[in-house]
Every structure is written in structure tokens, then in C-alpha cells.
């Protein structure tokens, strides 16, 4: 986990860490997710062009609208992670 300390919520959530957090982590898993985090900046921009790309199919089609009005939704949200992630 990433904690971002110009965050308000920062020293609440490090302090629960600090008291809650055990390593489970395998070490095999450790190798395959520090490799598929070095592509995680691509894929996540590419992620965020398909869903743009799905946002405008949907919002031309009348059976997408309602659809449509919910994932704009959820864009907002996925926006407001990439201010905080880049």
C-alpha cells in the first residue's frame, strides 16, 4: 500500500497500519508483483482510454444513457486516483 502524506487522512491511516499490518506476502509473490508493477503507469493510462472510449459509445447510445450517466460516475472517480497516483 502507497499512502500519499500530502493526503488528509494520511496519519490516521499510517498509524492504523502500524498497529494492524502483518506480512503475508510469499516471496514469489512479491517477485511477480513488483514485475507487473513496472508497466502499472502504461496500463493504467491505457485503461483510462478504452474506458473514455466506452464513455463516448455509450453516451450515443439510447439504450447506453442510463449506463452511460452511471460510468461518468465512476470516471470522475477514476480521475480523481489519477491525481492522487501521477
Not at 3 to 10: A, C, D, E
Not at 14 to 38: M, P, T
Not at 65 to 86: R, W
Request: with cysteine.
Amino acid at each position: 500500500m502507497v499512502l500519499n502524506p500530502q493526503r488528509k487522512h494520511y496519519e490516521k491511516l499510517k498509524q492504523v497500519i502500524k498497529q494492524d499490518y502483518e506480512d503475508l506476502v510469499w516471496g514469489e509473490d512479491a517477485i511477480f508483483l513488483e514485475r507487473n508493477s513496472r508497466t502499472f503507469r502504461e496500463r493504467i493510462l491505457k485503461i483510462n482510454e478504452s474506458a473514455e472510449e466506452l464513455c463516448d459509445f455509450l453516451s450515443k447510445s439510447p439504450k447506453g444513457k442510463t449506463k452511460f450517466d452511471n460510468y461518468l460516475f465512476l470516471l470522475y472517480l477514476a480521475s480523481i486516483v489519477n491525481e492522487n497516483v501521477f
